[in-house]
């Protein structure tokens, strides 16, 4: 009766660890390290790896109706005792003939890759008006000012392209951290492919934000446990433009609706890692 006891036990343990969690953990098929940036070096950011896009769309404003100034500045990128920090600040900023309240930075990576896993571990900013996110669009993109726009590959408009955010988290919904998918069929405000978890202490401690990118589906988690995967049972243009070279960004936008009272904030990130 004891023995019977006992191995009720352990598959009753058994049932509980590996089926009682709503969210699952991730698995990975790449571990081979293709480019990483550990930010070892203090000073400004690694101009071989990265570039500070800085360029306004026509009209003078960032798409969603973004407040911020992106800067090439040092005040806004730098890399300090291993970390690379990307400060949103309050500031009055006159750039291409606008005068904006707040600057930050945009870092386009100098590396593209198609199918892998990304990790990246950040810490984020705090404050309602804050939108930082970790990303990738399609080299293609037709956006001018863009790092790959301007190598002379800007043939595609967004959403057309493809864009894949690993990471959007927004002041206003402290510790709510979200993935998307943003194609054709799914974009912008319009956008369906969208899933996320609540992740405590996103501004105060460092978490690891990943996706592991394949042939047929994405999936995206936080400290390995997933929280969305795409994998759309029909891959067309439409609905699966991922099958060409991705590049990484790296922002933190300001919304119009912003805390008057905020004044500087930063993502902090310890190292970025591609593996495939």
Not at 11 to 18: K, M, R
Not at 111 to 137: N, Q, S
Not at 139 to 162: H, L, M, R, S
Request: net charge negative.
């Amino acid at each position: 009766m004891r023995i019977f006891t006992l191995i009720l036990l352990l598959f009753v343990s058994f049932l509980t660890t590996n089926c009682g969690n709503s969210k699952s953990k991730s698995s990975t098929q790449f571990n081979n390290l293709i480019w990483s940036d550990e930010f070892n070096d203090d000073g400004p950011i690694n101009s071989e790896k990265w570039f500070l896009q800085t360029q306004l769309p026509s009209g003078g404003d960032w798409y969603g109706g973004l407040v911020n100034h992106y800067t090439n500045r040092t005040e806004n990128s730098y890399v300090k005792d291993g970390f690379l920090n990307i400060v949103a600040k309050k500031e009055i900023f006159n750039d291409q003939g606008e005068i904006k309240e707040y600057t930050s930075a945009r870092l386009n990576s100098k590396f593209a890759f198609t199918y892998g896993r990304v990790e990246v571990r950040a810490k984020l900013p705090t404050g309602i008006g804050t939108w930082p996110a970790i990303w990738m669009l399609n080299k293609n993109i037709d956006e001018p000012g863009a790092y790959w726009q301007k190598q002379g590959f800007g043939t595609t408009y967004w959403p057309v392209c493809g864009e894949v955010d690993i990471l959007e988290h927004w002041g206003k919904k402290q510790n709510h951290v979200q993935s998307a998918v943003h194609t054709a069929s799914s974009a912008g405000d319009d956008v369906v492919n969208i899933g996320g978890q609540v992740v405590e202490n996103v501004s105060n401690q460092f978490h690891i934000y990943s996706i592991e990118w394949s042939e047929e589906k994405m999936v995206f988690s936080v400290d390995d446990v997933v929280h969305y995967t795409y994998e759309p049972s029909v891959r067309d243009s439409e609905t699966w433009p991922f099958t060409t070279d991705q590049y990484l960004l790296l922002n933190i936008a300001i919304e119009s609706d912003v805390d008057p009272s905020f004044e500087e904030s930063a993502m902090v990130v310890d190292y970025i890692r591609v593996y495939q």
